[in-house]
Each structure stands twice: as C-alpha cells, then as structure tokens.
Nanobody, 124 residues
C-alpha cells in the first residue's frame, strides 16, 4: 500500500518562499507520475503541478514561473518549490500519486493516492 506524507507548509508573507515535500512509501516514483493539488475554502481542488516518471512537468497557469516541481527517486520524495507567494496561493496542498497524462500533456488526471494535506497560508 502506498502512503504519501507531506511536510513543509506554514505561514509566509507575500513574496516569500516555501518548499513542500512529499515522501512516499515504496518505489512509486519509478512507475507513477506525481503531483500537487490545492484546495482553498469554497473552491474545488485544482492541479498545481505534476511530474511524470520521465520528468515531464505541467503547471497551472497561475503558478507558472513561480513554482517548480521536482523529484528525487533515491529518496522517494517529490518537492514543490514555491516562490513569490501570493495571498491567493493560500490553500491546503495535497500530494497525489498515480496521475495520468495524455501524450501531448494537454490533460492530466488525478491518481488514486493522496496525502493528508498541508496548510499553506500567505498573509502579512
């Protein structure tokens, strides 16, 4: 059974940075795409960034140029580096495993494995 454990959330001022980590049990990275979703109060959960086992990435338009997704296969960990944070980035961030992506990366779909979520609050 796959388990995903997030860490790294917290309170940061606008313009600041945070790095989220998601540690996975098992060799999930060698097979599955991984990603980060977020959900703010009253909003639907949305894909923030994804990375395939081959290293292809995707980002929501709202975070392009500010967020970077990466992975360390040896550590079974996926990261989300978030820079130039804005108040609208405030949400619970969830790690997701087993995403699927179309060949042209036009569509990414959530996988079956979820972490417990970590709160990110951007506020002065």
């Amino acid at each position: 059974q796959v388990q995903l454990v997030e860490s790294g959330g917290g309170l940061v001022q606008p313009g600041g940075s945070l790095r989220l980590s998601c540690a996975a049990s098992g060799s999930i990275f060698r097979i599955y795409a991984m990603g980060w979703y977020r959900q703010a109060p009253g909003n639907q959960r949305e894909l923030v960034a994804g990375i395939t086992s081959g290293g292809r990435t995707t980002y929501a338009d709202s975070v392009k140029g500010r967020f970077t997704v990466s992975r360390d296969v040896d550590k079974n960990t996926v990261y989300l580096q978030m820079n130039s944070l804005k108040p609208e980035d405030t949400a619970v961030y969830y790690c997701n495993g087993g995403l699927t992506a179309t060949a042209d990366d036009s569509g990414w779909y959530a996988g079956r494995y979820w972490g417990q979520g970590t709160q990110v609050t951007v506020s002065s």
